[in-house]
């Protein structure tokens, strides 16, 4: 079996990112197998640049990572507090290579259905492995585990070997045990399709290319549906409680537990804040120009504050300030009208092959890298220019929806054709909004030469209204000094005497 070797001392972009992520780097496994489904689904969607592609592998495991530790947490204090754990449907190991990071492997168990993948974990990560079934009836293992976590495998499967394998995991559990599995919500499903009235809709399309589509294709669910089946599997005596959009804001999580500890209400669980790097640009003194946006979509959440680093060291910090109309219209529902920021980092802190990394703090405690990257590689991905008004809000409206629509092509491949169109359509969108941008620009540097001149104009103006004033004050004295004269007051006298006199002439 061939490994994908990440050496952090020539990598120094990973090394950055594995710094932040991992509780102890220094012992991180690192090494992928070129296997890795995940890896290669991350490696295809970044057009094969192999650093972008495994700063998404990590960056999703350690997501993954924080969002089981919430439930670990709440229902048994700590993972030190977990006797067995099992990650069914375990992959490679994308969420393996944390958690072990937080519990001893001896008592974690991984399962799937590739013995590579399982192969691949027992000898590298040092856990137990167990090779699953296609058939949920013959995947016959008589232990019983603490804590079943099932990451994105109930969204794959049929109606059938849904309510089988749902069955299979929750026979499982201790009797203190919880089981966590997550599941496309109906509200996911392509538009236009319709959901049956049992509350399930299967397609025959996912990412994994190994298996049978028909087996493992893409699954939509209603919440009625999934408790429906937890109530029947369980003879109603499980406790069940939904997490709407708990994996990567992406997912609902389902617990299901036959011992409910601690009420769901004492559960708080956040989602990770969101954001992006809009802007990156070199100013004329050569300093770096960042712009973008971030929010924090939990109740009573709030950015504390992006924090910008360079090869590990904090340069620069800010907050959301301004409004971003087109992240508010993305997020309908949600309070983040302001949430755009931006800064600049001097240019002796930094040089164009350091690397970056942009990080986003809640005040709730968590905490995502939304960039890692050397600054050389940020610069030829990001817009060079400053964005201007309402164009500006056009332009990132129509980068907003391109990113939304490569995710769902990412989701649902069987839409590929209809998203390329579209895409095609939106990118000569915003050729079209780019082009307004500089005739625009050009508007403004006209309208700014006009003003300069009409400014001198007024100057002018004033100038000459002065001088008149002047002239009229002058004039004015002048007539008052002539009325008060001798030879004033002697020609007054004489017009009195002539019109005394009758004559005319005045």
Known sequence: M????????????????????????????????????????????????????LVRYYSLGRRILDTVKQIVDWHFGSFENVPSFLDFACGYGRFTRFLVQEMPPERIWVSDISTKAVKFQT???????????????????????????????FSHMPERTFTNWLQNLYNS??????????????CLRAPGAEMPTKGILFSPSSEIHSLDKEEYGTTYVTEKFVRENVSSISSSKAFVHRIEKGLCRFQDLYIVTNQLVREFSSLKFHHHPEGYVDVAALTNKGNLYLEGWAADLNQDGKIEEVQVLVNGNIVQRCEPFYDRVDINLHFQGNEILQSGWKCYLAKDTFSVQDVLTVKLIDNLGGELIIENCTIEFLLSQKLSQSLLGNTNEKLNLVETQLSSANIEVAQAKHELKSSQAQLQETQTYVQKIQSQLVDERRHLAQNQVHLISVQRQLEETQNYLIHVKAEVERSHNRIQAMETSKFWQLRTTWFKVRRALGLAGE
């Open 173 to 186: 559990l201790t009797p203190n045990g919880i089981l966590i599995f997550s599941v496309h919500d109906e």
């Open 123 to 153: 000898e590298y990560l040092n856990v137990n492995g167990i090779v699953s079934t296609r058939n949920p009836e013959n995947y016959l293992v008589d232990r019983k585990y603490d804590c079943i976590v099932v990451n994105s495998f």
């Open 2 to 53: 061939t490994n994908i070797s990440v050496d952090l001392v020539k990598n120094p972009v990973i090394k950055a990112l594995i710094r932040e992520q991992a509780k102890f780097p220094e012992d991180f496994q690192l090494n992928i197998c070129e296997d890795d489904e995940m890896y290669l689904f991350a490696l295809g969607n970044v057009k094969n640049d192999r650093d972008r592609a």
